[in-house]
């Protein structure tokens, strides 16, 4: 299985980005999908989650209300809408795949993608 982030780039605050990960690889059913976020000398940060049948969206108090997760299972896409950017939100952001239910325990996904930047400058 392997995850492809894109959509990252550089945004003055308060403007918007589209993170968009592929999932691709021998799946037998769609996975438990989330984007973390990790800045240098810290570990990596939840965001957002969204299980199988993409009913079901959980968030960081952080992002609650500024980041949208969805997918489309027919892809095998994963999107992370991001609005009202802030420089905190400055990070390099990975998907991951593989919980067997919605978390934001970065051990509990076994998949993840190699990054996208991104950078909100004030």
């Known amino acids: 299985v392997q995850l492809q982030a894109s959509g990252g780039g550089l945004v003055q605050a308060g403007g918007s980005l589209r993170l968009s990960c592929v999932v691709s690889g021998r799946t037998l059913r769609p996975y438990v999908m989330g984007w973390f976020r990790q800045v240098p000398g810290k570990g990596r940060e939840f965001v957002a989650a969204?299980?199988?049948?993409?009913?079901?969206?959980e968030y960081a108090d952080s992002v609650t209300g500024r980041f949208t997760i969805s997918r489309d299972k027919a892809k095998n896409t994963v999107d992370l809408q991001m609005n009202s950017l802030r420089p905190e939100d400055t990070a390099v952001y990975y998907c991951?795949?593989?919980?067997?239910?919605?978390?934001?325990?970065?051990?509990?996904?076994?998949?993840w993608g190699q990054g996208t930047q991104v950078t909100v400058s004030s």
């Open positions: 969204i299980n199988r049948s993409g009913v079901l969206q």
């Open positions: 991951a795949a593989g919980s067997e239910m919605i978390s934001g325990r970065a051990s509990d996904y076994g998949y």
